[in-house]
């Protein structure tokens, strides 16, 4: 019975100071994230993310089972879950003019019952030619703040859907919905042949893309996402005012009608101007922090 005791307290005290370890990392990656979104100069913002990335991906490897530990006190990053369990996506960024920001993310994949593995996001998206038309390798990614994940069957086909944010410039934010499946090799990429959008929102697709893109006035507000209720990504309808030529991006944005993007035999079709029955309501990543343009320095809300 001694020998029990003792073997209990001894396991207890092992527990213990993991979860003390965990807990003090985690006030880390609070304080470390923290100055990245807020530190005044580019050097410090660049110094806490260097430090920030290194933590996050020793707690990620560290953990017994990183799909269950709670990220949610670290208020700069975005972490959603797969519905079937088998990704957990991690995504955040580095302040700086609209435009400018930095990009990070990373993938964890379910291996088997007891194995994951890490997979770093590298951002492609000012490199690409057209990324709508761009299948992707996990090591690449156009890279967004994603603020919605939603996983979709088809036969043996499984799609999660990521609605992401990203700001575009000065003048135009942009929101894309991207995709991540397995191919039949097992690996995992960015984007799928899966959207029968030929002309959506004046923008016309002259082939099936890969994934879809939202631009809009950096001064709107506008909504993506799926609902339930609906069973679609819902989409705020955005158009230029009557004045305002089409295709300019800056004059865009909602004129208080819907579209909807359905999924029908392993496709999402537009069903343009739906009826929405209860009121949208999004809960987005916070904005980054805008620098003042005298100055340079971050403005802090």
Same mark, same amino acid.
């Given at each position: 019975?001694?020998? !029990?005791? *003792?073997?209990?307290? #001894? ?20 304080? #470390?994230?923290?100055?990245?979104? /807020?530190?005044?100069?580019?050097? *410090? ?13 020793? +707690? ?5 089972? =990183? ?65 709508? /038309?761009? &299948? ?11 603020? *919605? ?12 859907? !990521?609605?992401? /944010? ?7 934010? %942009?929101? #894309?919905?991207? +995709? ?6 097992? !690996? #995992? ?8 959008? =030929? ?6 697709? %002259?082939?099936? &893309? ?15 996402? /799926? ?41 999402? +079709? ?11 309501? *999004? &809960?987005?990543?916070?904005? =980054?922090?805008?620098?003042? &343009? %005298? ?7």
């Amino acid at each position: 019975m001694k020998l !029990l005791i *003792q073997i209990s307290a #001894l396991f207890l005290s092992i527990a213990l100071h993991a979860q003390t370890a965990v807990n003090d990392d985690m006030l880390d990656l609070v304080a #470390l994230g923290e100055a990245v979104m /807020y530190s005044e100069t580019a050097e *410090q913002r660049d110094s806490a993310h260097a430090a920030f990335f290194v933590l996050l991906k020793d +707690v990620v490897a560290d953990a017994e089972d =990183p799909f269950r530990i709670d990220f949610s006190e670290v208020k700069n990053l975005s972490v959603l879950d797969s519905d079937d369990g088998s990704l957990r996506v991690f995504t955040w960024l580095v302040p700086g003019f609209p435009g400018t920001e930095t990009f990070n993310g990373m993938l964890l994949r379910k291996m088997g019952k007891e194995d994951f593995r890490i997979i770093v996001l590298e951002d492609f998206a000012d490199s690409l030619d057209a990324p709508e /038309y761009r &299948p992707l390798t996990a090591g690449q990614w156009y890279g967004a703040l994603y603020y *919605q994940l939603h996983t979709v069957k088809d036969k043996n086909n499984t799609y999660h859907m !990521l609605m992401g /944010y990203r700001p575009h410039s000065e003048k135009v934010q %942009q929101k #894309l919905i991207d +995709v991540i499946h397995i191919d039949e090799k097992g !690996l #995992l990429r960015f984007g799928a042949k899966i959207f029968d959008t =030929p002309k959506l929102m004046d923008r016309v697709y %002259q082939r099936p &893309p890969y994934r879809l893109f939202f631009n809009y006035s950096y001064q709107a507000a506008a909504t993506f996402r /799926y609902r339930k209720e609906e069973g679609m990504i819902v989409l705020d309808h955005l158009s230029p005012p009557d004045d305002k030529p089409k295709g300019v991006w800056e004059f865009y944005g909602p004129d208080f009608s819907y579209d909807g993007l359905e999924f029908v035999k392993g496709r999402w +079709v537009l069903r343009e101007d739906i009826s929405v029955e209860s009121k949208l309501k *999004q &809960p987005l990543p916070s904005a =980054p922090p805008k620098k003042d &343009p %005298q100055t340079g320095k971050v403005r802090i809300r």
